[in-house]
């Protein structure tokens, strides 16, 4: 049976707060009074930093600032700003290896992380001058305290195998405890870490939290091989396709054809693992579970690709002899989403 652990953390109150005060304006209205309070204390060299870290991670690298930083720093134990800093002076080597070994990562990412250690090292030592510890204490630990006590309470009352389901579907071990970082600078980002272990969204319904972890674990659910890598040649061909991705919102981060099957592909898969559980119910952007109505909603539309694959999924997975790489495939060979025919199979299940 999957077991729960709730935790707060300086480290990704840190980096989802630097996501914050860059000039990003997809965010410059989450935390106005925080934002208020930090930038009034940023000088111009910090500033700089900041600009920096933002020019390189989402401006060259396309990658959201706190989710690629969180990731990295995910593979060593390190959760205050001496530490934090030692890593990045005296380990950055341990933790590309780290990252590396954990998962099959662009080296693009390493190399915009490398560029940016030093603004990073400024960072945490301008939070340690303003005492960002004790402000978190006085003001952010104490209500993620009260809601880390209710979340242990919701899942003993509600016990729910989801690394049981993820097995079934993706065919790979995972560890049976989950951990999930209750973070308040996180909107409006839940982040994927290292191993078994995320940042979910302080102040949202628990059930969201377990949604979290279902997409966020299933995150990427297949290795890139002959097959998906001319499947992703091919899609840029498809008219439908092109007007859906090319037109989309470039602040949802998923800016690539692989970054965007991938969301596509693990949308489609939690889905189909949340549903189970019935765990829908109480968030209101999931529409009660209606996979049509969520899927034309969430992220103004964008993902195309997702309410084809549930469709079969949820039809034919229960009798398929393989894993959901392996029926992936499946849906590109048979054509069902694939340049010429993802528009028909789109609106034939949507309606």
């Given at each position: 049976?999957?077991?729960?652990?709730?935790?707060?953390?300086?480290?990704?109150?840190?980096?989802?707060?630097?996501?914050?005060?860059?000039?990003?304006?997809?965010?410059?209205?989450?935390?106005?009074?925080?934002?208020?309070?930090?930038?009034?204390?940023?000088?111009?060299?910090?500033?700089?930093?900041?600009?920096?870290?933002?020019?390189?991670?989402?401006?060259?690298?396309?990658?959201?600032?706190?989710?690629?930083?969180?990731?990295?720093?995910?593979?060593?134990?390190?959760?205050?700003?001496?530490?934090?800093?030692d890593v990045l002076k005296n380990r950055k080597d341990e933790l590309y290896k780290n990252a590396?070994?954990?998962?099959?990562?662009?080296?693009?990412?390493?190399?915009?992380?490398?560029?940016?250690?030093?603004?990073?090292?400024?960072?945490?030592?301008?939070?340690?001058?303003?005492?960002?510890?004790?402000?978190?204490?006085?003001?952010?630990?104490?209500?993620?305290?009260?809601?880390?006590?209710?979340?242990?309470?919701?899942?003993?009352?509600?016990?729910?195998?989801?690394?049981?389901?993820?097995?079934?579907?993706?065919?790979?071990?995972?560890?049976?405890?989950?951990?999930?970082?209750?973070?308040?600078?996180?909107?409006?980002?839940?982040?994927?870490?290292?191993?078994?272990?995320?940042?979910?969204?302080?102040?949202?319904?628990?059930?969201?939290?377990?949604?979290?972890?279902?997409?966020?674990?299933?995150?990427?659910?297949?290795?890139?091989?002959?097959?998906?890598?001319?499947?992703?040649e091919e899609l840029s061909s498809d008219s439908f396709f092109n007007m859906k991705f090319l037109?989309?919102?470039?602040?949802?981060?998923?800016?690539?054809?692989?970054?965007?099957?991938?969301?596509?592909?693990?949308?489609?898969?939690?889905?189909?693992?949340?549903?189970?559980?019935?765990?829908f119910s109480n968030i209101e952007e999931y529409v009660s579970g209606d996979f049509r109505k969520?899927?034309?909603?969430?992220?103004?539309?964008?993902?195309?690709?997702?309410?084809?694959?549930?469709?079969?999924?949820?039809?034919?997975?229960?009798?398929?002899?393989?894993?959901?790489?392996?029926?992936?495939?499946?849906?590109?060979?048979?054509?069902?989403?694939?340049?010429?025919?993802?528009?028909?199979?789109?609106?034939?299940?949507?309606?």
């Amino acid at each position: 049976m999957t077991k729960w652990k709730f935790e707060k953390s300086y480290k990704y109150e840190a980096l989802t707060l630097l996501n914050i005060l860059t000039e990003d304006p997809y965010l410059n209205e989450l935390y106005p009074e925080e934002k208020k309070y930090w930038s009034e204390k940023i000088d111009k060299n910090i500033k700089k930093d900041i600009e920096k870290i933002y020019s390189e991670i989402k401006g060259k690298g396309k990658q959201i600032v706190s989710a690629i930083l969180s990731y990295y720093l995910s593979t060593i134990e390190c959760n205050d700003s001496e530490t934090i800093i030692d890593v990045l002076k005296n380990r950055k080597d341990e933790l590309y290896k780290n990252a590396e070994e954990i998962e099959n990562l662009n080296d693009n990412n390493w190399k915009y992380i490398e560029n940016i250690i030093p603004n990073l090292i400024r960072y945490f030592k301008f939070l340690d001058d303003n005492k960002f510890s004790d402000y978190l204490k006085k003001n952010i630990f104490s209500s993620i305290e009260d809601e880390i006590n209710k979340n242990e309470k919701y899942f003993i009352d509600n016990p729910m195998d989801i690394i049981g389901e993820l097995t079934e579907l993706l065919g790979k071990p995972f560890d049976e405890e989950i951990i999930l970082y209750v973070v308040h600078f996180s909107r409006p980002h839940a982040i994927r870490l290292s191993k078994n272990s995320l940042i979910t969204i302080a102040d949202k319904p628990i059930e969201l939290s377990v949604y979290i972890a279902v997409h966020e674990m299933i995150h990427t659910p297949y290795k890139i091989n002959k097959i998906i890598r001319n499947y992703f040649e091919e899609l840029s061909s498809d008219s439908f396709f092109n007007m859906k991705f090319l037109n989309r919102n470039k602040n949802y981060g998923y800016n690539t054809i692989s970054d965007y099957f991938d969301e596509n592909a693990t949308r489609a898969a939690d889905h189909y693992i949340s549903s189970k559980f019935n765990i829908f119910s109480n968030i209101e952007e999931y529409v009660s579970g209606d996979f049509r109505k969520r899927f034309r909603k969430q992220d103004d539309g964008m993902h195309i690709l997702s309410p084809i694959i549930f469709y079969y999924l949820n039809r034919d997975f229960s009798k398929f002899p393989g894993y959901y790489q392996d029926f992936l495939e499946k849906l590109i060979i048979d054509k069902k989403i694939t340049a010429g025919n993802i528009e028909r199979e789109y609106f034939q299940i949507m309606g």
